[in-house]
């Protein structure tokens, strides 16, 4: 489990692919009305939830908003863009950028130079 996510949040970014995927095979194939009737609004409910949660989510960063906004693949979008973005240190208010300090080669430097004893 992604303690980065609500769980709510990932389950509607797979549900709102799935959905879109259900339609547009079922458009292009058979078209069976019933299919288009749940998987119709199960994608639109889908996505009105990722958009709303994704914008609620104090620590996207406002590309993962903006991407929220694209229908199908925006939920997944975002939540890599959030991931992405704690793993650089985003969520720092940019001190750290992600980096970590390299350590300093001293061996050839003088004593006195030299932290260690």
Same mark, same amino acid.
């Given at each position: 489990? @992604? $303690? &980065?996510? =609500? &769980?709510?949040?990932? #389950? *509607? *970014?797979?549900?709102?692919?799935? !959905? /879109?995927? %259900?339609?547009? %095979?079922?458009?292009?194939? %058979?078209?069976?009305? =019933?299919?288009? !009737?749940?998987?119709?609004?199960?994608?639109?409910? *889908?996505?009105?939830? #990722?958009?709303? *949660?994704?914008?609620? /989510?104090? &620590?996207?960063?406002?590309?993962a908003k903006a991407l929220a906004l694209v229908p199908g693949v925006g939920g997944l979008l975002a939540l890599r863009r959030t991931d992405r973005a704690a793993a650089s240190g985003a969520g720092t208010g940019g001190r750290?950028?992600? &980096?970590? =300090?390299? $350590? #300093?080669?001293?061996?050839?430097?003088?004593?006195? %130079?030299? @932290? @260690? $004893?």
């Open positions: 489990m @992604d $303690p &980065r996510h =609500p &769980r709510s949040l990932r #389950v *509607a *970014a797979r549900t709102e692919l799935i !959905s /879109l995927i %259900v339609m547009l %095979v079922n458009v292009l194939t %058979v078209h069976l009305e =019933p299919v288009s !009737s749940l998987a119709g609004p199960t994608h639109g409910c *889908a996505y009105l939830f #990722v958009v709303i *949660a994704t914008w609620r /989510l104090r &620590r996207a960063p406002a590309a750290s950028h992600g &980096r970590t =300090p390299r $350590p #300093v080669h001293t061996a050839g430097l003088p004593a006195a %130079v030299r @932290d @260690d $004893p």
